[in-house]
């Protein structure tokens, strides 16, 4: 997931880096949770990137790193995963996606995170930018054309899109598919 953070925030577009991703071992559910990851860290993105920025003395020297750190940022953050497991997957992840060195600088930036968590929060929701995970001139915009309800349409830019489904026409009809369906929805009732 971090890497097809870092290959967006480089210019791709989100569908061709997912696209590019080399296979996985358990296929399904493991390319699901990158998606999910890749999604979920980009649409934070302006608050994890804050996060990474406090957590850190001096910019990282590997690009990869602080995508590695967002992405668990994110996972700590909106997932249910154990903490824990998010710090150990993200240091081993370390060592692969950049070098061995980077294990130790991953473990210590996540376990500040894990211990300072409520002030670092508080810390970056001061900014704007960080806490509406959109561009400046964009929440300017948006809070000038809409003075009343700016805060709602900024929040609801960050939550997980529902879940949409589409016919494929070359299997079933749409008006079919609608049938089934409301006839399963009786069954359940």
């Not at 949770?33 to 920025?53: N, P, Q």
């Not at 150990?88 to 980077?102: G, H, N």
Request: hydrophobic content about 50%.
């Amino acid at each position: 997931a971090a890497t097809v953070v870092r290959a967006v925030l480089d210019g791709r577009s989100l569908g061709a880096a997912l696209a590019a991703m080399p296979s996985v071992g358990g296929a399904g559910r493991r390319v699901a949770l990158i998606h999910e990851l890749a999604y979920g860290t980009l649409r934070h993105w302006g608050t994890l990137d804050a996060l990474v920025r406090r957590l850190v003395n001096r910019p990282l020297t590997d690009a990869v790193l602080p995508c590695l750190v967002g992405v668990a940022l994110y996972q700590i953050a909106h997932t249910r995963a154990p903490p824990f497991a998010v710090v150990d997957y993200a240091v081993d992840a370390a060592a692969t996606l950049a070098r061995p060195a980077a294990k130790g600088l991953v473990n210590a930036l996540l376990r500040r995170y894990l211990r300072e968590r409520e002030m670092l929060d508080a810390a970056v929701r001061a900014d704007p930018v960080a806490r509406w995970s959109h561009s400046g001139w964009w929440i300017d915009r948006v809070r000038r054309d809409h003075p009343d309800d700016w805060e709602a349409m900024l929040a609801a830019g960050n939550e997980r899109p529902p879940l949409m489904l589409r016919t494929n026409a070359r299997v079933l009809a749409r008006d079919a598919l609608v049938e089934l369906r409301e006839g399963r929805d009786r069954d359940v009732a």
